[in-house]
């Protein structure tokens, strides 16, 4: 474990107090670390710091993926400290800077945000991120080659976006117009809606996006989507996952489908998606964490992971709600 963690004690604790409201502790681990470095039998013990951006189920299974993964490989020697930040990327920053003061020997970044703070926070300590789509557009690199560099790795949860355009053109070929919904303030699901749409265009199809700032304009702009739409495309899009409900109270009763970038989504507001497992890859960043931590692997060569198969899965209420049926080689979700 760092030593400099018994130096930052008073601003760990007072970053705590503050950020109670959406944080939380996690050992994750009956063995504990001992507070002089080692466990009980010995073996070398570190500290994971976790910066979640948001709850939501795809979140929450990468985050899960990761600690079993250590948990697995390192058995009682990794701490995590574990913090949530409600969707803010100020929270995001104020626990970054915590995670640095007290000198934690690894970072999962989970999700856009914390990547960002964390890339903004160190240079030094070994920073991983998971359910992050587009590495170059978050993190604004040129030119890029499959690895970051530096001291940032990880995976990504992008499902192949040509494929969710066969889908939707498999599910309605019928259909003229193609709303895409999506968080104006997050870049990844700027990078998936604007991909997505020259795929949709050459196939015929006529795309207007709809973006949406946060939770307060949500239920407005979904409806204005919904108005002109045939059908609606929502991406890998946190604000979206953690609000599919608000969408699925417009979209059901205004008869629109919606095909989801990932299965948390659909499971809420969609019908159908081609889904990657956020357990596998967070799993997959925590395989890498374990190879870091012991130096096995140097994070600056590590190129970013993407998750090995793809699923078709559907949402079998909504569904039924919109009297529609999905193909014999789709997957309920369950």
Not at 163 to 178: H, T
Not at 223 to 229: K, M, R, V
Request: aromatic share 6%; charged share 15%.
């Amino acid at each position: 474990m760092n030593r400099k963690r018994l130096a930052a004690l008073a601003l760990s604790g007072a970053m705590a107090l503050s950020l109670a409201a959406c944080g939380s502790g996690d050992q994750g681990s009956a063995n504990t670390p001992d507070a002089g470095g080692e466990t009980a039998s010995g073996g070398e013990t570190y500290v994971v710091g976790i910066c979640q951006q948001m709850t939501h189920d795809a979140l929450d299974a990468a985050t899960q993926g990761f600690k079993d993964a250590l948990n697995e490989l390192l058995p009682g020697q990794v701490e995590f400290e574990e913090q949530d930040a409600g969707g803010e990327y100020a929270n995001c920053g104020t626990i970054m800077d915590g995670f640095v003061a007290e000198g934690v020997d690894l970072i999962l970044a989970n999700a856009t945000y914390p990547l960002q703070a964390a890339a903004s926070a160190t240079a030094d300590i070994p920073v991983l991120g998971t359910s992050v789509t587009d590495y170059a557009t978050a993190l604004s690199i040129e030119d890029w080659t499959g690895t970051v560099g530096g001291n940032i790795s990880g995976t990504s949860d992008l499902a192949p976006l040509d494929q969710q355009a066969d889908m939707l053109q498999e599910l309605f070929p019928d259909a003229q117009n193609v709303g895409l919904l999506y968080c104006s303030g997050e870049p990844n699901s700027v990078y998936q809606v604007e991909t997505i749409e020259g795929y949709l265009t050459e196939m015929g199809y006529t795309c207007t996006q709809y973006a949406f700032t946060d939770v307060n304009d949500l239920s407005s702009v979904v409806q204005s989507a919904c108005d002109s739409s045939d059908v609606i495309y929502v991406p890998t899009d946190n604000t979206a996952a953690a609000n599919a409900e608000t969408i699925a109270n417009v979209v059901i009763p205004a008869g629109v489908p919606v095909i989801a970038g990932e299965s948390g989504i659909c499971s809420g507001c969609g019908v159908a998606t081609l889904s990657i497992s956020y357990y596998d890859i967070g799993y997959t960043t925590g395989e890498m964490a374990a190879k870091i931590l012991t130096g096995e692997a140097d994070i600056s060569t590590m190129p970013v992971e993407y998750a090995p198969t793809v699923t078709k899965m559907y949402n079998a209420a909504n569904c039924e709600a919109l009297g529609l049926t999905m193909p014999d080689d789709y997957e309920p979700i369950a």
